[in-house]
Structure formats: C-alpha cells, structure tokens
C-alpha cells in the first residue's frame, strides 16, 4: 500500500507528528512526506492508495492552501481511505482537544468543502527559539491570555504522544477497512 503524507507545518511539529503516526502504522506501507506548498508540482494523487493529511494552525486558522486543496482533488480523495489531523496550541487543554470541541476543526469541518470522516487534533509545540521577535511578542500575548508558558528560555512540547498512537491505530483499522 502507498501511503501520500501531506503535511502543511511552520516550525516542524506537524511533521514530526505525521512521522510518528506513520511509524506507528503497523501495516507494511511506502510513505511519501509531501509538504503542501509543493504537492503540485510534484505528486499526483491517484498514484497512492491512502492519504494522511496534517495541517498546522497559524495565528487562528489554517492555511488557506488546506482549504484549496481539499476543494480541488475533493473526487480523489473521497475514493480512498483518508485520515486528517490538525495541530494547534489550544488542544493543549482537554476541552478542545477534539475535532468537535475545536473551534479549529469545527471552522474547518464548516468552511471545507469536505474533510475525511476520520480526524483528529493534536497539541503542537511553543517553540520560542523558532519565533522572530515579533512572532515571539504575539504568541507571548496569546499565551498569557489563554494560560500558557510565556518563557521564551525553553521550547515546549505540547503534543500528547499517546494520543498520537491511538490514532494511528485508528487510522490503521480505516486502511485495513478498505483492503478488504
């Protein structure tokens, strides 16, 4: 089975999440790691036979190339086993770390023209050593509202591992859905 793995991070913690769910598969797969921005140019969608998508939120939504590219290869992706994550700082707390108690996910379920039945939404991380100074100032402001670490001394990883696992577990069960 060929698994495409489309990705859209700012500061790596998508894809580092996309890795681990992929090694976590347990099912004898090629993966290919596409970043969004370059999809085009690159793959074509009906060469794979299963589709993983992850999608960071950047200053309160995603990108606008998300919403392009679900809308453009919709037919595709609606005939294949597809899973979706996003990756925001707010699924850090547990009332919004699903795609129901997003308002992420909820905006994106609403305004995409459509989204795979499976979903799911990780933390990400604050990766202060990656922001400029501006950046940092912003995210600084937003964690001080919403309750999180200001201090720019250490990056902090957010993402809970062991919901990452579960799905991937679920995704697993999806693809052996469909080989059958």
Same mark, same amino acid.
């Given at each position: 089975m060929k698994l495409l793995v489309i990705y859209s991070s700012i500061e790596g913690?998508?894809?580092?999440?996309?890795? @681990?769910?992929?090694? $976590?598969?347990?099912? #004898? $797969?090629?993966a290919d790691f596409i970043a969004l921005d370059d999809l085009a140019a690159q793959h074509n969608i009906h060469d794979y036979d299963s589709v993983l998508i992850g999608a960071s939120v950047r200053y309160g939504k995603f990108r606008p190339n998300l919403y392009k590219f679900l809308a &453009? @290869?919709? $037919?595709? /992706?609606?005939?294949?086993?597809?899973?979706?994550f996003g990756v925001c700082l707010t699924a850090r707390k547990p009332e919004k770390s699903t795609p129901t108690t997003s308002v992420y996910m909820k905006k994106l379920n609403l305004n995409a023209v459509w989204m795979p039945e499976l979903q799911a939404v990780f933390a990400g991380a604050l990766l202060y050593s990656k922001y400029n100074f501006w950046q940092t100032? =912003? =995210? $600084?402001? =937003?964690?001080?509202?919403?309750?999180?670490?200001?201090?720019?001394? &250490?990056?902090? #990883? /957010?993402?809970?591992?062991?919901k990452v696992d579960k799905f991937a577990i679920e995704y697993t069960e999806l693809l052996q859905k469909h080989s059958n």
């Open positions: 913690q998508t894809l580092k999440i996309a890795k @681990h769910l992929v090694s $976590q598969l347990g099912v #004898e $797969q090629q &453009k @290869h919709q $037919q595709v /992706l609606e005939s294949m086993p597809v899973a979706f100032k =912003i =995210i $600084q402001l =937003i964690m001080r509202i919403t309750g999180g670490s200001t201090d720019t001394s &250490k990056d902090i #990883e /957010l993402t809970d591992w062991s």
